[in-house]
């Protein structure tokens, strides 16, 4: 397939084109990264993302997707996170301190453990000069028993949403907060499996913290009679 001149008027960075296209299903990483090759006179786009099994390669046989209505009716918006008990055991085997840390925790509260979840937003880049197409939202998790939660460490990702992709979503950030705590009580109401030093241990929250600021708080709350 030949590639065309790119039109001058596009103002799309490759990146953007990729997770364009990433809202096909059909459409794997690979294939998205030939579409914006050809799209792209330059080649710009055509390692768009591509060492990203790579870099989190212990990791990114968890990620999970989600579809969520879209603010067209007839249309979903596919959302990735990360599942709760992948990545806890992907973080133990990673880490020799936080193994021994959740493994003493659960010895002395008998498996009864706090889930604390954490949404922010930020806008990577200089922050003199922001640039809004980049702003994301992002959702972090931990356990409140752990001895080191100011740790940035201790903070597992759950998931990441440009500003963008969540605007597309029918009431936007209040539908994306619902469906991710939805996913985590669905994924850990019947308790959580990891290996802790050979030995098979099933996890439970008893209960789960919200942190964030009020605005962000009161999101989920706005989403009580919502359905996602």
Known sequence: ????????????????????????????????????????????????????????????????????????????????????????????NACPLFHDCLRAIAQQRDNQLTLVVYLDECTPGNLLSPDNARKSNLTYWTILQLPHIYLEDTWLTLSVSR???????RHGMVTLAAALLRAVRAETVSGVPVE?????ELLFFDRALLLADQKACALPLAAKDLRV
């Open 1 to 92: 397939m030949a590639k065309r001149p790119r039109d001058p008027r596009s103002t799309a960075s490759a990146a953007s084109q990729f997770h364009t296209l990433r809202q096909i299903p059909s459409i794997g990483p690979a294939q998205c990264r030939q579409i914006v090759a050809v799209l792209d006179a330059d080649g710009r786009g055509t390692r768009v993302q591509q060492r990203r099994d790579e870099v989190r390669g212990e990791v990114m046989e968890h990620l999970q997707v989600m579809d969520l209505p879209a603010k067209d009716p007839a249309s979903k918006v596919q959302v990735s996170y990360m599942s709760v008990a992948g990545v806890l055991q992907a973080k133990c």
């Open 163 to 169: 500003t963008s992709e969540i605007s597309a979503l």
């Open 196 to 200: 802790l030093s050979g030995s098979a």
